[in-house]
């Protein structure tokens, strides 16, 4: 399957089966490039003489103008074409955003007092997402953010501590479309400054033919053992994951290579689907992107980019360690080898080949990590590097002369950008000067000095990679890269972008109701009084003084998985930290403990059947049942089901405690014994078959590791032991003695 058939399947997972001919496949290309290289450039140089909520409007209308013009009205159409009253939807929504950005400023609008006019606009938009959200997202978002539309208008009616009497109609539009808590609050900020970008990077990466070396390294590390090739799809997964973004995109990308893999050494298709399932939607705990998650909670939280990542490190690497264990549990129990050696490819050669691509990560991991640079100037110069090191890699190979002339008229180029700027923007000024525009000013056109040093920087890794292979003898081709793969990414950007956009627009609708009805000031009281109810329920011996809190995590986990059935991981977790979060806060639970616990269970959600659009990607890949798929999935994510409940009862995994070094690996040990320890429970088997005693005690082992006590650590410790051994026991008796 190649990238244009992945992309083709992805599209029809999220709704889209239009197959465009040559002129109007140009025409939806074209604006969906647009759109990249207009994000791409806000993050290089900042906002072209417009304001931050132009902007904001400018990202949304594109994507809703894109959304009618590739997403049908329904699914199952097959249309060959773009139908009138979608060509006429897109230029009414394109019509709509130009007038919101013209009445931004408006003494109207910025008094609280909309004309007629405004009010029918803003909610026609309002109209417009909605029906967006539902090509390109589905049904279930939409009901809620319906449900959460009628329960502004009906507060007067409902009893107890839902009643508001806020629900006049000019309040409504007003607050949703012309003000920041709704369809421009949080959400789409996010999407718009940070979300994108890392999308971005990601289909670049990705159309340098990153993927496939992710892919064959993984193979070639863990291919060999019990279970290889699945394992492999784990680690592949998780790198591409890490920065892709969209588990459905991911899914298709490495389970098109790691899937028929599996499925050869012996697991059947519906469990091969399920492990890339898992595998892929938990690249949506991975730093540094998290699904799009990461930059949401920056402005959900105030809390600085590079602590998130710091804090969500380690629970993402440990999700993955139970993921292994489930997988490596399920080979051992149908004695499911690896791949034989000759048929992977060499370490060494891949990355004398190939190495190359792996710089541009580096490059972003030292600006996010090193320089803390803000992640938009990170992800820009990370890009600069890559389209740099992925043009001339290949071009060093085929003809070293002629490329290296154009990487010397290039860094001339780039070099004298800097003194060269001014003039272009004086020139600009005149042409406003002489034809009476209000267009252009001093800085409409910017420059950065440090892309000099990532073109400089760029153009030598690719040289040195060039000479490597030359003189270690490896003729293997680099991945061509040109105009046309560069374009192609950021189309695929876009695209896969559509999703995240529209369905941060509606959950902003949703926030918008919630604050401006005032059930956010209410939702904490109520699932107290909640959870008072249930603990009242229960004997004295059970309750604690954490016990309310116990309660309202599991009610929590519920939550999660109610919402995320129905809708992507980045809705799911604006729609939770919105209502869900600030109950956990104040509650007691540090706000970055909260927002990682809802992210969790939201994306374990993303696994749960029957809507899984990831299960329907790696189902059609495997050729097995989307359901029977999804509940795989379901179950090899499920090892990490007790992980959010370790941190939330002991955050020092998430390194927001100050304990020493010591107490530090003591709980990741702890942690990881306990979910392997849970994986063993979930598979019914370690080294053998439990039994039913053998089971209980492994999910009571698990269950000890919750609790940061050094006495249930002991004990669960000395359990997992004594579970071992008689493990070992009961596999040596199975094992005949040969003469």
């Known amino acids: 399957m190649d990238a244009k058939e992945q992309q083709k399947m992805i599209q029809e997972l999220e709704g889209s089966d239009r197959d465009l001919g040559k002129k109007l496949g140009i025409f939806v290309s074209s604006i969906s490039i647009l759109l990249a290289v207009f994000h791409l450039y806000v993050a290089g140089f900042g906002l072209p003489g417009i304001g931050s909520r132009t902007f904001l409007i400018i990202h949304l209308t594109l994507a809703i103008v894109l959304v009618f013009l590739i997403f049908p009205i329904k699914k199952g159409m097959s249309q060959k074409t773009i139908p009138i009253y979608d060509f006429i939807l897109s230029a009414f929504s394109l019509g709509l955003g130009i007038y919101l950005i013209q009445r931004q400023d408006a003494p109207e609008i910025m008094s609280a007092r909309p004309t007629d006019i405004d009010l029918i606009i803003g909610a026609l938009f309002i109209v417009i997402v909605i029906e967006a959200t539902r090509r390109v997202v589905g049904l279930p978002l939409v009901i809620i953010a319906l449900i959460g539309i009628g329960y502004f208008f009906a507060g007067e009616f409902l009893p107890g501590q839902f009643y508001h009497n806020r629900g006049d109609f000019s309040r409504f539009v007003y607050e949703i479309t012309y003000r920041s808590n709704g369809i421009f609050g949080t959400p789409i900020y996010a999407s718009a400054q940070f979300v994108f970008i890392f999308i971005l990077f990601g289909a670049i990466l990705e159309s340098t033919g990153a993927g496939k070396m992710f892919i064959d390294l993984a193979i070639r590390g863990f291919g060999k053992y019990k279970g290889g090739p699945a394992k492999a799809s784990v680690v592949a997964s998780g790198m591409m994951g890490s920065i892709s973004g969209s588990s459905t995109a991911n899914a298709v990308t490495t389970g098109t290579f790691t899937i028929p893999l599996m499925k050869k050494v012996g697991f059947p298709p519906h469990v091969a689907g399920g492990v890339e399932v898992a595998a892929s939607s938990s690249g949506q705990f991975l730093p540094p992107v998290m699904g799009a998650a990461a930059f949401i909670m920056v402005e959900f939280t105030g809390i600085p ?435």
């Open 305 to 739: 980019y590079f602590e998130i990542i710091k804090s969500a490190l380690i629970p993402a690497l440990l999700a993955y360690v139970g993921i292994l264990f489930m997988v490596h549990f399920e080979a051992n129990k149908h004695n499911i080898s690896g791949i034989d050696r000759s048929e992977m490819t060499s370490a060494r050669k891949l990355l004398i080949s190939h190495g190359y691509l792996i710089v541009p990560i580096l490059i972003l991991l030292y600006f996010l990590v090193i320089e803390r640079a803000s992640v938009n100037a990170s992800a820009f110069y990370s890009i600069i590097a890559m389209i740099i090191i992925a043009f001339f890699a290949y071009r060093f190979k085929t003809s070293m002369g002629r490329t290296i002339i154009f990487a010397a008229i290039l860094l001339a180029i780039t070099f004298s950008m800097q003194y060269l700027i001014g003039f272009v923007n004086g020139g600009l000024i005149i042409v406003n000067d002489t034809l009476g525009l209000d267009l252009f000013n001093a800085e409409t056109i910017r420059w950065r000095s440090p892309i000099f040093t990532m073109v400089l920087g760029g153009i030598i890794v690719a040289l040195l990679f060039a000479l490597f292979q030359k003189a270690a003898k490896r003729d293997a081709e680099p991945q061509k890269y040109g105009f046309k793969q560069l374009t192609e990414g950021f189309d695929k950007a876009s695209r896969n972008a559509l999703s995240i956009i529209v369905a941060c627009a509606t959950a902003g609708i949703l926030i918008g109701v919630i604050t401006t009805s005032g059930l956010s000031t209410k939702f904490t009281r109520i699932v107290i009084d909640f959870s008072d109810t249930i603990e009242g329920w229960l004997p004295n011996f059970m309750i604690t003084d954490n016990t309310q809190l116990y309660i309202a995590l599991v009610l929590t986990v519920f939550a999660c998985l109610l919402l995320g059935m129905g809708l992507p991981t980045t809705a799911t977790y604006v729609v939770l930290a919105a209502v869900i979060a600030p109950v956990l806060t104040n509650m007691g639970l540090p706000v970055i403990v909260a927002h990682l616990f809802v992210l969790y269970y939201g994306v374990l959600a993303d696994d749960t059947p029957p809507i899984n659009l990831p299960a329907y990607a790696t189902a059609g890949i495997a050729k097995a049942g989307p359901i029977r798929t999804g509940v795989q999935g379901f179950k090899y994510d499920s090892a990490a089901l007790l992980l959010p409940f370790m941190f939330a009862i002991n955050p020092t995994i998430l390194l927001i405690t100050e304990a020493g070094p010591l107490e530090m690996i003591w709980a990741i040990i702890t942690a990881a014994v306990g979910m392997a320890t849970f994986a063993s429970f979930i598979q019914n088997f370690m080294f053998v078959k439990y039994n039913i005693i053998e089971r209980i005690v492994a999910v009571i082992t698990a269950l000890l590791f919750i609790q940061s006590d050094i006495t249930t650590d002991v004990i669960g410790i000395g359990l997992f032991v004594l579970l071992v051994l008689y493990q070992l026991y009961k596999k040596k008796k199975q094992t005949p003695v040969t003469v």
